[in-house]
């Protein structure tokens, strides 16, 4: 087996161990990064370049999850799928 293969779960381990007392907005932007960097990655095999794909997403996904507020993500409880409440139209706060 490969040194790096056998050292990749241990560095997720540690890079997942620091991640228990977030804030809305760092888990936000941790979830985008990560999300960014799948998709990124996704993307940048089909290419031709899997880690630029994979940077430029996850630079991406954490950006937008960082800067999106959480009033813009708001679901209405009272809508019957769970969709987004209108532009305009959020509920109220309690």
């Known amino acids: ?7 990749l779960p241990v560095l997720a381990m540690l890079a997942t161990a620091a991640c228990s007392n977030l804030n809305t907005i760092e888990e936000r ?3 985008g990064g ?3 960097a799948g998709g ?3 993307i940048g095999a089909l290419a ?5 794909g994979a940077i430029i997403g996850a630079i991406g996904g954490a950006a937008i999850g960082g800067l999106t507020a959480e009033e813009q993500v ?4 009272r ?4 969709a ?10 309690p």
């Not at 708001?74 to 409880?77: A, E, G, M, Q």
């Not at 809508?79 to 769970?82: L, Q």
Request: net charge positive; charged share 15%; no cysteine.
């Open 1 to 7: 087996m490969k040194p790096i293969l056998r050292t």
């Open 29 to 31: 932007t941790l979830t």
């Open 34 to 36: 990560a999300i960014g």
């Open 40 to 42: 990124g990655l996704a």
């Open 48 to 52: 031709g370049g899997p880690l630029a």
């Open 74 to 77: 708001k679901v209405d409880p």
């Open 79 to 82: 809508a019957p799928t769970g």
């Open 84 to 93: 987004p409440a209108p532009l305009g139209q959020q509920p109220a706060r």
